[in-house]
């Protein structure tokens, strides 16, 4: 995986947001918990825009109709939350963050406070985040 985005600068950026709260247009979203990086996250995240970049697509769902849970799943994380954000463009780690907070759907996904680990991933101009929160072991 030749994944060039700086993770400690994302986590940063992103957490820094998630602490403030945010504004997300049509919704007030409060402080949010900091969000960790994870690698299957990161991998789901990549293979997506890798996907869309091969394929020439820009979507949430893929051109065999599956969906990030799916992506997700198939990395081998046992999800009980997800959510995707995808952004194209000549962007950067901060100006990806910046337009994420400042879309309302963007940035519902990125303040929800149930998701605990994400990933991100850049293939040419294609950005993927995926986030979620692992399904809770019961003993």
Not at 48 to 64: E, G, I, L, V
């Given at each position: 995986?030749?994944?060039?985005?700086?993770?400690?600068l994302l986590?940063?950026l992103i957490?820094?947001?998630?602490?403030?709260?945010?504004?997300?247009?049509?919704?007030?979203?409060?402080?949010?918990?900091?969000?960790?990086?994870?690698?299957?996250?990161?991998?789901?995240?990549?293979?997506?825009?890798?996907?869309?970049?091969?394929?020439?697509?820009?979507?949430?769902?893929?051109?065999?109709?599956?969906?990030?849970?799916?992506?997700?799943?198939?990395?081998?994380?046992?999800?009980?939350?997800?959510?995707?954000?995808?952004?194209?463009?000549?962007?950067?780690?901060?100006?990806?963050?910046?337009?994420?907070?400042?879309?309302?759907?963007?940035?519902?996904?990125?303040?929800?406070?149930?998701?605990?680990?994400?990933?991100?991933?850049?293939?040419?101009?294609?950005?993927?985040?995926?986030?979620?929160?692992?399904?809770?072991?019961?003993?």
């Amino acid at each position: 995986m030749n994944n060039p985005v700086n993770q400690l600068l994302l986590l940063d950026l992103i957490n820094n947001v998630r602490a403030k709260g945010c504004d997300c247009g049509d919704t007030i979203m409060g402080p949010a918990p900091a969000i960790r990086w994870n690698k299957s996250l990161e991998r789901a995240a990549y293979l997506h825009s890798t996907d869309m970049d091969t394929r020439n697509y820009f979507a949430h769902t893929d051109k065999d109709g599956k969906n990030a849970g799916y992506r997700i799943s198939s990395m081998g994380y046992p999800w009980q939350a997800w959510g995707e954000n995808i952004a194209l463009g000549i962007l950067t780690e901060r100006t990806v963050v910046d337009g994420w907070s400042k879309s309302p759907v963007h940035c519902r996904v990125l303040m929800n406070p149930k998701f605990t680990e994400m990933g991100v991933a850049k293939v040419g101009n294609f950005w993927t985040q995926e986030l979620a929160s692992p399904k809770s072991v019961v003993h």
